[in-house]
């Protein structure tokens, strides 16, 4: 059965930086893709971030490019979200994702309906 543990949320003033934690557990084989995504109250789950095994391949969304930086420990099959110049509109409750299927060209897939497993979520507030 596979978990993912989230850590990391919290209040943070605008400016400020917060680091997020995903633990994923019930497979032997580190995911291919471990992504972030984001939900705001009444709005969808939005695409944050992603990382391929290897860590080369990235991808991020245009409102967090240059602030947020993901990356991975494969020997902890752990996913990280740091989160820099936070701002009052990255208020949200951030989820961790995580998919061991390889998506065609090697890209991570930003759409949630293309991921199975998801953790409980973690509130992130930024306050202005």
Do not use: H
């Amino acid at each position: 059965q596979v978990q993912l543990e989230e850590s990391g949320g919290g209040l943070v003033q605008a400016g400020g930086s917060l680091r997020l934690s995903c633990a994923a557990s019930g497979r032997g084989v580190s995911p291919y893709t471990m992504a972030w995504f984001r939900q705001a109250p009444g709005m969808e789950r939005d695409f944050v971030a992603a990382i391929t095994r290897s860590g080369v391949t990235t991808s991020y969304a245009d409102s967090v490019k240059g602030r947020f930086t993901i990356s991975r420990d494969n020997a902890k099959n752990t996913v990280y979200l740091q989160m820099n110049s936070l701002k009052p509109e990255d208020t949200a409750v951030y989820y961790c994702t995580v998919d061991w299927r390889v998506p065609p060209l090697g890209r991570p897939k930003v759409r949630p309906d293309d991921y199975d497993y998801w953790g409980q979520g973690t509130q992130v507030t930024v306050s202005s």
